[in-house]
């Protein structure tokens, strides 16, 4: 009796003894490795807004302080500019829908997202080469980087969006080739952390996009 006690009492200690199985060990790992990407695009959004914060609060002071500040005319391609990036947000809406409706061992629903990405990184592309025609519009007009404060600002700001844009536009490529390549190594988290990336950048152009249109 004494032999048969300590074995049953023994039991559940080393079952709660023994190290965690490959399966208990992969979902830890991946639950952390997805809250590490929902902190980290939050920290990203962070540092970017700030990073135009002080820019936009440099264009104010330069604007009030200086006596030569002449508004300039934005190219009308910016606004055409506006519609892509925005219709991009909706496509992507639509893909994270669509992938979102069905396991991804669903070949029509993978499809159906896979397209509706392809389509917003094409928006973006379309976006990104207005941006340069609107650069070339205004070369045109003999407006360049250091030609006054105005265009120097427009110049910088337009830039620097479209530098964050290009990290949105690798995050999507990577999105589709895992997507593609293997489920498996398809993360929703990343996924959703690139669709929140995304719809940033675009209410970021809204506001870039007031602040070019009423201080140039």
Request: aromatic share 10%; no cysteine.
């Given at each position: 009796m004494s032999s048969a006690f300590y074995q049953t009492v023994s039991t559940?200690?080393?079952a709660l003894g023994r190290p965690a199985g490959p399966a208990v060990r992969i979902a830890k790992a991946r639950s952390g490795?997805?809250?590490a990407s929902?902190?980290?695009?939050?920290?990203?959004?962070?540092?970017i807004t700030m990073t135009f914060a002080a820019l936009t609060s440099a264009l104010f002071v330069r604007q009030g302080s200086?006596?030569?500040w002449t508004h300039i005319v934005l190219p009308p391609i910016v606004y055409l500019n506006t519609l892509a990036i925005l219709l991009s947000s909706a496509t992507l809406e639509k893909a994270r829908r669509a992938i979102a409706a069905g396991p991804l061992s669903d070949s029509n629903a993978v499809r159906i997202g896979s397209l509706w990405l392809l389509a917003t990184l094409s928006l973006g592309i379309v976006f990104v080469a207005g941006q340069f025609e609107a650069w070339r519009q205004l070369a045109a007009?003999?407006?360049?980087?250091?030609?006054?404060?105005?265009s120097s600002f427009y110049y910088v700001l337009t830039a620097m969006h479209g530098l964050h844009l290009f990290a949105g536009f690798v995050a999507l490529v990577f999105i589709m080739g895992r997507l593609a390549a293997s489920h498996a190594a398809f993360r929703k988290s990343t996924f959703e952390s690139t669709v929140i990336y995304w719809h940033f950048m675009g209410v970021l152009w809204l506001y870039l996009l007031f602040v070019l249109r009423t201080k140039l």
């Open positions: 559940p200690s080393g490795a997805d809250a929902r902190s980290g695009i939050w920290v990203g959004i962070f540092a200086s006596a030569d007009q003999g407006l360049y980087l250091a030609t006054n404060p105005n």
